[in-house]
T-cell receptor, first 112, second 118 residues
């Protein structure tokens, strides 16, 4: 079957670093996306990994290990506006027609 | 570009009524997706279209749900009759490609329709 696991909630303070983990079990793999979703808003694209290793984009970085079925999103120099839900999504082309499989998201609360 | 447009933003209806949700994808995007998001189940794919043709509707919960895409710039998701368990946020998303990295393979989401069925 297909399964994507993320912690439900995390808390951190302004200026800190936080790592949000995602583990997945899918039949196939063709890329992993991270989306950010503020309360009451649409998910917006943050990062993409298809090969093993680290992708850095400003304060945000994402890591992938395909052999371990594992990814993490690293947020540095946290700001209050980073309080949001972070969704891990895996593309599994082995599933007929399935485009993206989303985890349930990790709600991050940043306090001052 | 204005992004993906959805209407209405909020819908409150009574059980048994018909509900129609609307979506305008980003111009030039060949793929359109309908998702449903609830606290319990997260974000789930209901159906997606490629060049206006439904490709996979295995996520549609039951026959009460139907979706159409009469042209490249418009899609509808209809629930008839609606039930309280259909209450959720329904998102429409579009992308240029399906199996590609960003930007072509990135799905861009609309603001969603929050549906409440009483």
């Amino acid at each position: 079957g297909q399964n994507i696991d993320q912690p439900t909630e995390m808390t951190a303070t302004e200026g800190a670093i936080v790592q949000i983990n995602c583990t997945y079990q899918t039949s196939g793999f063709n890329g992993l996306f991270w989306y950010q979703q503020h309360a009451g808003e649409a998910p917006t694209f943050l990062s993409y990994n298809v090969l093993d290793g680290l992708e850095e984009k400003g304060r945000f970085s994402s890591f992938l290990s395909r052999s371990k079925g594992y990814s993490y999103l690293l947020l540095k120099e946290l700001q209050m506006k980073d309080s949001a839900s972070y969704l891990c999504a895996v593309r599994d082309p082995s599933q007929a027609g399935t485009a993206l499989i989303f985890g349930k998201g990790t709600t991050l609360s940043v306090s001052s | 570009d204005a992004g993906v447009i959805q209407s209405p933003r909020h819908e409150v209806t009574e059980m048994g009524q018909e509900v129609t949700l609307r979506c305008k994808p980003i111009s030039g995007h060949d793929y359109l997706f309908w998702y449903r998001q609830t606290m319990m189940r997260g974000l789930e794919l209901l159906i997606y279209f490629n060049n206006n043709v439904p490709i996979d509707d295995s996520g549609m919960p039951e026959d009460r749900f139907s979706a159409k895409m009469p042209n490249a710039s418009f899609s509808t998701l209809k629930i008839q009759p609606s039930e309280p368990r259909d209450s959720a946020v329904y998102f429409c998303a579009s992308s240029f490609a399906l199996l590609a990295g960003p930007p072509g393979g990135t799905q861009y989401f609309g603001p969603g329709t929050r549906l409440t069925v009483l």
